[in-house]
C-alpha cells in the first residue's frame, strides 16, 4: 500500500522536505506477530499524511524492503519486540536504541528481518537520518492463523498516537481523516478471524 | 547398517549422526540428518520437509478462476510461477487459448522471475556458502580493483570503491553488527577464496541487493504489483492502449519502454556483474566438485516458455523437455503429464495416508490426508524430534516419481537436458564456462556445477526477455492489443465435468498443477512441485532422494560447522514453503546444529 506519497511535492522544495517512512512488518499468520501489520494498517485508514510521507505494510518482506528505507531520511517501524515486557507493553525505541534483532521471535517465513535490511542500509551508505521503532511485547506467537490477542489489539490506538506526535515534531503532521477507511482492501487476503476467514467457511 | 539403494548409492548408518535444521535461508523449513565415518565423511543422508502444506485442500469447492490466486501465496520468493501453472491448468481443462501478446506477457513474467530469482538465490542465499565475508576484511583495495578489472568491465571497480567498502565494513564489524553476515561459519577451512574475491563478492552483493528492485518493476508492469502479480484465466489481465488515453494504468509506450530499459539493464548486470563473479568463484572451487547425487544419473525437465502462444509442444517450447534416465544422454524420454502411468507421488515414507501405500497415485487421482506418525526408532518426541527413524515416516514431503523413476529437477536439469539434445543456445554457454577451468562435462554434475547452470540460465533468461518484449512491442504496433480471450469465461459454457494440467519450469525446476473440475466447482487439486521433486524421502525400494544423493561421500571438515551440508542442499536453491506448509514454528536461528 502506497499513501498520498503519490502525490509529488513541487519540485523547489524536495529538498528541504524530508522523505518518511510509516513501515508495518510482521507476519499477520503468527497472531501478535501481526502488531506491525495491524497497527499501520489500521494508522492509514485513520489518518491522511503530507505528501512526503509514505506508509507501507512490509509484512515479511525482509531484506527487499530496502528499496523503501535507503530513500528515507526519517523512519517510524511498527513491530512485536522480544524485551520481556509485560504483554500488549509499548516501547519507543529512538535511533542507536533500535536493536539489531527486532521481531519478536526470528520465525517469519522470511527469516531475513528488519535489522537485516537496516544492517545492508548502513552498508550501502544509505541509512534513515533519524529512527523511531514503536514495539510491542506479544502474549501469544503460536496461534497459528490467530487474530491479535486482546492486550496487543489494545495498544494499537496508543501506537498510532505516537506515531503521530513523531510526525508532528518531524514537521509532517497526519490528518485525522473526516471519515475513516474501512475496508480499504489494503489487506485482501486478510487472515483475521474476524473478517474474511469466517466469510469463507461460510461458503 | 549398510545398504545399496536401488538407485546406486551405498549407505552405511552407523557413524556419527548430525542434525542441521533448518536449513534454507528464507521461506520454510528443512532438515537434514546425516551419519559421518571416522573420517567425517558423509555417509548417509535423510532429509525431511518438517511443514506441512494444505493448500490443495482449501482449494476443493473453490471457482477454478481464483486457484491461481491462492496457489501464487504457497510461496512469496517463486511468485507467478504457481500462477502460470494454475492457469494453463484450468485452460487446458476447459479448452480455453490465449492470444498472442498474453503469451508474450507471460513469457517475460517467467522469465523476469528467473532473473531476478537467480540472482537474488546467488548472491542472497547461496554465495556466503562460498564467500567468507570476514575474509574480504583483509582484502588489499589496489589488488581487489585489479582482479575485479581483470574479470569484468563493471565500472563500479575502482580502489576507493573498495576501500570505503571495507572501512564500513569493519565498522560493521567492530561494532558487533554483521545483519545480513550472521550466522556464518567465517573461517571455514572449505572457504577457498582469496580476501580480494570475497571483497568483490561482498560489493556485489549488495549491488545485486540494490539491482533487483528495478527487476521486480517488471513484473509490477505486466502484473500490477510485486510480488505475487496479478493473472488470469484467458490471458493477462494487462490491458494495451498505446495512445496513453482512456483506460487508467493501461499498457502504454512510456511503460513498455520503462520494462525494454530494465531488460537492457538486467542483460548487462548479469554478463558483467554475476556471470564474472561465478566465473571467479568457479576458479578457486574447481576441485570440490562433490554434491553432484541424482544429477549425472537421472534429470527431468518439463520445458517451459513456449515460442507460439497455446503450443506447449517440445519444438514450441524454448526451454527443453524430457527425461533422462541412469546417465543415458543419448536417450531423451517424453513425458506426457496425462498418462496415469508416468507422474505419481509415494507416500510410504511421508506424514500422508493413501488406501494402498505400495502403490503410486497419478496427481488426477492425488490424495492429501496428514497423516503424522512417528517410527519406533525415532529419538525424542513428537513435538521435539531428536533424530528421525528413516526406515518409518518421516517427511511431509511426497516421493513423487516418473515411470518409476527418482530424478533431479531444476537448472542443472534443464541445461543437461538442452545439452544432450545438442542446442547450441545450452551448449555453448557450458562448453565456453567449462574449457577454461580445463574441467570435462562431467564436472556439471555438482554443486558448483548447479550454481553454474544457474548462472547461465540468467543470462540466457535476461535474452530471451528482450526477444519477447521486441516481439510484443511489434506486435502492438501492428495493431494488435488483445490481450486477453472471454469467449469461455462465463460458467455457463464450461462442461459439467473436466479435467486439466498445467506445467512450467519454475526457476528451481519443474513444476505442475493437475485439477479436476465438477459442476464449476474444483473438486481435485494437486501441485506437484520442484522441491518434491528434489527433497523427497525414500521411496517403496529404498530409493533416496535427490538432496540425500548429493550429500553421499561429502567429506566434512568440522561436523560442527556443516558448511559443506548447506553449500549443496543451497545449490537445489530449496523451497520449502512450496513442498509443504508450517508446521513448526522454531526458527529462531538460521541453522542450529547437532551432533549426537
Redesign the interface.
Known amino acids: 500500500m502506497n499513501s498520498a506519497a503519490k502525490g509529488k511535492a513541487p519540485v523547489s522544495s524536495i529538498e528541504t522536505t524530508k522523505r518518511i517512512l510509516v513501515l508495518g512488518v510482521g507476519n499477520v499468520?503468527?497472531a501478535d506477530e501481526g502488531f506491525g501489520v495491524r497497527a499501520v494498517d489500521e494508522f492509514y485508514c485513520r489518518y491522511s499524511v503530507p505528501g512526503n510521507v509514505t506508509v507501507v505494510d512490509g509484512g515479511?518482506?525482509?531484506?527487499?524492503l530496502?528499496?523503501y528505507i535507503?530513500e528515507t531520511d526519517c523512519l517510524i517501524v511498527f513491530d512485536a519486540i522480544e524485551y520481556s515486557l509485560k504483554p500488549g507493553q509499548l516501547r519507543l525505541l529512538r535511533n542507536e536504541e533500535v536493536p539489531?534483532f527486532t521481531g519478536a521471535?526470528?520465525?517469519s517465513?522470511?527469516?531475513?528481518g528488519l535489522?537485516?535490511v537496516?544492517?545492508?542500509a548502513?552498508?550501502?551508505?544509505r541509512f534513515p537520518r533519524e529512527m523511531a521503532l514503536i514495539g510491542c511485547q506479544p502474549l501469544n506467537?503460536?496461534d497459528?492463523c490467530g487474530p491479535l490477542t486482546s492486550p496487543v489489539r489494545a495498544q494499537i490506538g496508543p501506537a498510532i498516537d505516537l506515531a503521530c506526535q513523531l510526525l508532528k515534531q518531524w514537521g509532517s503532521e497526519a490528518q485525522l481523516r473526516r471519515v475513516p477507511l474501512r475496508n480499504s482492501g489494503n489487506l485482501p487476503?486478510d487472515v483475521d478471524h474476524a473478517t474474511s476467514e469466517r466469510k469463507a467457511r461460510r461458503? | 547398517m549398510r545398504v545399496q539403494t536401488p538407485n546406486g548409492f551405498n549407505l552405511d548408518n552407523s557413524g556419527k549422526r548430525i542434525v542441521v535444521d533448518p536449513l534454507t535461508r528464507i521461506e520454510g523449513h528443512l532438515r537434514v540428518e546425516v551419519n559421518v565415518d571416522s573420517n567425517n565423511v558423509i555417509r548417509n543422508a535423510v532429509s525431511t520437509g518438517t511443514m506441512w502444506r494444505g493448500i490443495e485442500t482449501i482449494l476443493k469447492g473453490r471457482d477454478p478462476r481464483d486457484a491461481w490466486a491462492f496457489t501464487e501465496r504457497i510461496c512469496g520468493v517463486c511468485t507467478g510461477t504457481h500462477a502460470l501453472t494454475s492457469v494453463r491448468a484450468v485452460e487446458h481443462a476447459l479448452g480455453i487459448t490465449i492470444p498472442e501478446n498474453a503469451n508474450s506477457i507471460r513469457n517475460i513474467m517467467q522469465l523476469c522471475l528467473y532473473v531476478h530469482d537467480h540472482l537474488v538465490h546467488f548472491y542472497h542465499l547461496h554465495a556466503l556458502d562460498w564467500v567468507d565475508v570476514m575474509s574480504a576484511l583483509k582484502a588489499d583495495a589496489k589488488a581487489t580493483s585489479q582482479l575485479a578489472q581483470s574479470v569484468s568491465p563493471w565500472p563500479l571497480s575502482s580502489p576507493s570503491y573498495f576501500k570505503q567498502l571495507q572501512m564500513r565494513l569493519i565498522k560493521f564489524v567492530e561494532s558487533g553488527q554483521l545483519g545480513p553476515f550472521k550466522n556464518g561459519y567465517w573461517g571455514h577451512p572449505a572457504y577457498k577464496l582469496p580476501p580480494e574475491a570475497n571483497l568483490i563478492a561482498v560489493a556485489h552483493y549488495l549491488e545485486a541487493l540494490d539491482f533487483q528492485k528495478e527487476i521486480a518493476k517488471i513484473q509490477a508492469v505486466y502484473g500490477g504489483k510485486n510480488p505475487h502479480p496479478n493473472w488470469l484465466v484467458g490471458g493477462v489481465p494487462c490491458p494495451i492502449n498505446v495512445d496513453g488515453t482512456g483506460a487508467v494504468g493501461a499498457i502504454n509506450m512510456e511503460r513498455l519502454n520503462l520494462v525494454s530499459s530494465i531488460i537492457d539493464r538486467s542483460i548487462e548486470f548479469v554478463e558483467q556483474v554475476y556471470l564474472p563473479d561465478l566465473v571467479m568463484i568457479a576458479s578457486f572451487y574447481k576441485d570440490w566438485l562433490y554434491g553432484g547425487g541424482l544429477s549425472g544419473k537421472s534429470v527431468m525437465s518439463y520445458g517451459d516458455i513456449p515460442e507460439h502462444a497455446n503450443d506447449y509442444s517440445e519444438k514450441s517450447l524454448m526451454l527443453p523437455r524430457g527425461v533422462i534416465l541412469n546417465g543415458n544422454l543419448n536417450d531423451v524420454l517424453p513425458i506426457d503429464h496425462g498418462d496415469p502411468e508416468q507422474i505419481q507421488e509415494f507416500v510410504v515414507h511421508s506424514w500422508y495416508k493413501y488406501p494402498d501405500e505400495t502403490r503410486g497415485l497419478h496427481p488426477w487421482q492425488g490424495i492429501t490426508e496428514p497423516n503424522f506418525q512417528l517410527g519406533a526408532d525415532t529419538k525424542g518426541t513428537k513435538t521435539d524430534i531428536k533424530e528421525l527413524d528413516e526406515g518409518a515416516k518421516y517427511s511431509w514431503i511426497k516421493a513423487p516419481r516418473w515411470r518409476g523413476h527418482a530424478v533431479e529437477v531444476g537448472p542443472l536439469a534443464r541445461y543437461v537436458m538442452g545439452y544432450a539434445q545438442g542446442r547450441a543456445e545450452f551448449k555453448e554457454p557450458i562448453d565456453k564456462f567449462l574449457k577454461p577451468l580445463h574441467l570435462p562435462f562431467t564436472a556439471l554434475f555438482s554443486a558448483l556445477g548447479r550454481t553454474a547452470a544457474r548462472a547461465l540460465e540468467c543470462q540466457w533468461a535476461a535474452h530471451q526477455m528482450s526477444y519477447f518484449q521486441d516481439k510484443l512491442v511489434a506486435h502492438i504496433k501492428a495493431g494488435g492489443t488483445s490481450t486477453a480471450n472471454i469467449e469461455k469465461w462465463s460458467r455457463e459454457s464450461w462442461p459439467r465435468k473436466a479435467k486439466g494440467y498445467g506445467f512450467t519450469e519454475a526457476p528451481r525446476g519443474a513444476l505442475g498443477h493437475w485439477i479436476k473440475i465438477k459442476d464449476c466447482k474444483i473438486d481435485n487439486y494437486q501441485c506437484v512441485v520442484p522441491t518434491t521433486w528434489n527433497g523427497w524421502p525414500r521411496d517403496l525400494k529404498g530409493n533416496i532422494g535427490a538432496f540425500e544423493a548429493s550429500l553421499i561421500d561429502t567429506p566434512m571438515a568440522d561436523p560442527e560447522k556443516p558448511l559443506e551440508i548447506l553449500r549443496t542442499i543451497h545449490s537445489f536453491d530449496p523451497c520449502l514453503a512450496c513442498s509443504t506448509h508450517v508446521m513448526s514454528p522454531d526458527g529462531q536461528e538460521l541453522v542450529t546444529v547437532k551432533v549426537r
Not at chain 1, 515479511?60 to 527487499?64: A, D, F, I
Not at chain 1, 517465513?109 to 531475513?112: A, E, N, R, S, V
Not at chain 1, 548502513?122 to 551508505?125: A, F, I, Q, T, V
Open positions: 499468520l503468527w515479511t518482506r525482509g531484506l527487499y530496502l528499496s535507503e539489531r521471535k526470528k520465525m517465513l522470511h527469516q531475513t535489522q537485516d537496516l544492517s545492508a548502513d552498508l550501502l551508505g506467537l503460536e497459528w487476503a461458503g
